[in-house]
């Protein structure tokens, strides 16, 4: 080597040096833990990252409640829902093309124009009351997703009392939007949770797959009751579960559930008693839940079927033992262990 090539090389040597104590190192990947109260409900959202996201995670659902809240008057779907402008966002135009793919399956049984009903039922806006068949037929022209139309990023209302609700797809979207940050930020290894909503990617703390248990469906208005089905362990996996044993109320003897059917304006009744749906998103997921609640269980194992995306868990009222409890059976769709 020449004394050029030697003074090149220390010279470079040198300089390696120089930026190994000049640039900091770079902050180790941790799991962190985030959990609160949101949307009417809980979340508890774990990560592997590098910082902790909380405050993007914040700013997130802030945005989301812009967006798809009934509660806040400034949301978009409450503009559109007092007429005041008929302007959408992204988000609408994510959930309006899912609830009407939903919609269409399951022959109507779900249906985000459903508002007025379920206000009337006590589960929305407004208060709880008797409710006669005077008011529920009263409502039900106004209910129906034949009376909207997206138009690009408006939405027409052909019926301008229609009110639209997206309580039963809502949840699930903002799970998808919170695990889509969290993979913009580089996690690979996540579990969402909003409300018993999932999304869950890679592996947890331990390097194993995420534990998911199902809920045992046990009548508990108070929610304080998790008595645990079944568990799922899985390393890539979008769930949600609806279910008529936690918000529900008494009305005399009738049980009232929160789940509407938009097609007859009243709540269901049948012994489907929980539905835990797979699927490709977790706002698909939410959306054909509930639309199992509404059809049944026999309807709705049709309906998961002719979708090859989704799978389903059913539990059902076999038979009742004595005054306080039932047998449970359950269901599953033909790839629901896949």
């Known amino acids: ?185 580089g996690c690979a290894n996540y579990l969402v949770d909003i409300g018993g909503e999932v999304v869950a990617k890679g592996k947890n703390s331990q390097g194993k797959p995420w534990r998911i248990g199902i809920t045992r469906p046990i009548d508990d208005a108070s929610g304080t009751t998790n008595e645990v089905q079944n568990v799922i362990e899985t390393t890539d996996l979008a769930l949600a579960t609806s279910g008529n044993y936690r918000n529900f109320y008494y009305d005399g003897e009738q049980k009232r559930s929160h789940t509407i059917d938009p097609r007859t304006g009243y709540p269901v009744q049948h012994s489907l008693l929980s539905a835990t749906v797979r699927s490709n998103s977790c706002m698909r997921a939410d959306a054909l839940a509930t639309a199992c609640m509404v059809l049944g269980h026999e309807d709705a194992l049709q309906m998961i079927e002719a979708d090859s995306l989704s799978a389903c868990y059913l539990i059902v009222a076999d038979s009742i033992i004595d005054t306080d409890s039932v047998a449970l059976r359950t269901i599953c769709s033909s790839r629901w262990m896949e």
């Open 1 to 185: 080597m020449s004394r050029k090539q030697l003074l090149i090389s220390t010279a470079l040597i040198a300089l390696v040096a120089v930026l190994l104590l000049v640039v900091p190192d770079q902050p180790k990947a941790s799991y962190h833990a985030n959990k609160g109260y949101v949307f009417g409900t809980y979340y508890a959202i774990q990560y592997e990252s590098a910082s902790d996201l909380h405050d993007s995670i914040q700013e997130a659902f802030a945005a989301f409640d812009g967006s798809m809240s009934m509660f806040n008057p400034q949301s978009t779907i409450s503009k559109i829902n007092a007429s005041t402008d008929s302007v959408v966002d992204e988000c609408f135009v994510q959930m309006y093309s899912t609830a009407e793919y939903v919609h269409h399956l399951s022959g109507g049984a779900f249906d985000i124009t459903v508002a007025p009903l379920v206000n009337l039922w006590g589960f929305g806006l407004k208060n709880r009351a008797h409710v006669t068949p005077e008011q529920v037929e009263s409502l039900l022209p106004h209910v129906g997703m034949q009376k909207i139309e997206l138009q690009g990023m408006y939405l027409h209302k052909y019926d301008p009392c229609v009110q639209i609700d997206a309580g039963a797809i809502a949840k699930g979207q903002s799970c998808d939007v919170i695990a889509a940050l969290l993979q913009r930020n």
